[in-house]
């Protein structure tokens, strides 16, 4: 399991998730968290070789939750994605899901890092 820390531009640093899952085959990133009850650990890490857009859909998802797109440690977009209908989309190389609430407070531009694995 690893770690999600976030780092505010003004601010001290805070843990989101002290146990999260990694996706790091290519079935379990196709999976996410379709057909769950609940989050692996407390958080879903998605990390990808390099950066593109990621596309997001909560189909089968029934739970909202918040999605982190990263690029480079670097926040590039944070939203609130609807259980079933939700949808979002940004570049980045990872991506973390996070239970709704979760990351209230996290901004673009803010840092974010996974700690504990080799991504």
Do not use: C, N, Q, Y
Request: charged letters at 30%; a negative charge.
């Amino acid at each position: 399991m690893a770690r999600v820390v976030h780092r505010p531009a003004d601010g001290d640093d805070r843990v989101l998730a002290a146990d999260a899952a990694v996706a790091d085959s290519l079935l379990a990133k196709a999976r996410g968290l379709m057909f769950r009850r609940s989050f692996p650990g407390d958080a879903l890490v998605f990390p990808f070789d390099g950066v593109a857009a990621r596309t997001l859909h909560m189909v089968a998802v029934p739970f909202d939750i918040d999605a982190v797109w990263l690029r480079d440690g670097r926040v590039e977009r944070v939203a609130r994605l609807s259980a079933w209908t939700g949808l979002g989309r940004a570049p980045s190389d990872t991506v973390i899901e996070l239970p709704a609430g979760a990351a209230d407070g996290v901004s673009e531009g803010d840092e974010v890092r996974v700690e504990g694995t080799e991504i």
